[in-house]
């Protein structure tokens, strides 16, 4: 199964569970002609499951899965070496808007953030927030959005030191949320279990949209 992808030019990375058959390490593939051909990058791991991967560059990125790993390449993924990780949860996504600055999500409401490139990690997790946090898309350094479970939507405009709660302030009724894209810090959507829904105001408001199948 593959989990997420990242696209560098005629490049392309993806991850996700080890394959069928015992001691196989080969959750990273990799093309470099736009996916007519691939290659098992290893992680030295049989067991793990990645499911989130952020490229910097065509040499530098991370890839982030179970029990709270976090791999790092400076390579294009010829070696993924282990990096601290401040957490045992499950992560689901790794985002940067720089060099240094990103930050790891997951299950059980974990958010941390790092300003070094990954060597350190502090947490973000905002207050009150419950369940998983599924996705989070940071469209600049301070500027950003995470969202879970129960109509969990976050903002933040201060890099993740403070955090808004934008539930409730929907039109139509939404529900557990898996992804989230921006197209700047106003315009955006979300999807969802029966959700799909956009805001033209930073998510002050989301408006449902039609979809062309059943909510059901």
């Given at each position: 199964?593959?989990?997420?992808?990242?696209?560098?030019?005629?490049?392309?990375?993806?991850?996700?569970?080890?394959?069928?058959?015992?001691?196989?390490?080969?959750?990273?593939?990799f093309?470099d002609?736009?996916?007519?051909n691939?290659?098992v990058?290893?992680?030295?791991?049989?067991?793990?499951i990645?499911?989130?991967?952020?490229?910097?560059n065509?040499q530098?990125?991370?890839?982030?899965?179970?029990?709270?790993?976090?791999?790092?390449?400076?390579?294009?993924?010829?070696?993924?070496?282990?990096?601290?990780?401040?957490t045992?949860?499950?992560?689901?996504g790794?985002?940067?808007?720089?060099?240094?600055?990103?930050?790891?999500y997951g299950?059980?409401?974990?958010i941390?953030?790092?300003?070094?490139?990954?060597?350190?990690w502090?947490?973000?997790?905002?207050?009150?927030?419950?369940g998983?946090i599924r996705?989070?898309?940071?469209?600049?350094?301070?500027?950003?959005?995470?969202?879970?479970?129960?109509?969990?939507?976050?903002?933040t405009?201060d890099?993740?030191?403070?955090?808004?709660h934008?539930?409730?302030?929907?039109?139509?009724i939404?529900?557990?949320?898996?992804?989230?894209?921006?197209?700047?810090?106003?315009?955006?959507?979300?999807?969802?279990?029966?959700t799909?829904?956009?805001?033209?105001?930073?998510?002050?408001?989301?408006?449902?949209?039609?979809?062309?199948?059943p909510?059901?």
């Open positions: 199964d593959v989990y997420d992808l990242w696209i560098e030019g005629s490049k392309i990375w993806a991850v996700g569970k080890p394959s069928l058959g015992a001691g196989k390490s080969d959750q990273v593939i093309s002609d736009e996916g007519m691939w290659q990058q290893s992680t030295g791991s049989t067991t793990d990645y499911s989130g991967i952020f490229m910097l065509s530098n990125g991370f890839i982030c899965g179970t029990n709270g790993k976090i791999l790092k390449t400076e390579n294009g993924g010829f070696n993924w070496n282990q990096v601290t990780s401040p045992t949860n499950t992560l689901f790794i985002k940067f808007t720089d060099q240094n600055t990103g930050w790891i299950a059980d409401s974990t941390y953030k790092t300003t070094n490139s990954g060597y350190s502090f947490q973000q997790t905002p207050q009150g927030i419950r998983d996705d989070a898309e940071m469209i600049n350094s301070n500027t950003g959005w995470i969202m879970g479970n129960s109509n969990n939507i976050y903002k405009t890099g993740g030191n403070n955090w808004s934008q539930n409730g302030q929907f039109n139509g939404i529900r557990d949320m898996f992804d989230i894209k921006m197209i700047d810090e106003n315009t955006g959507y979300i999807c969802g279990i029966r799909f829904a956009k805001t033209i105001n930073g998510g002050i408001n989301w408006d449902t949209l039609a979809m062309p199948f909510a059901n």
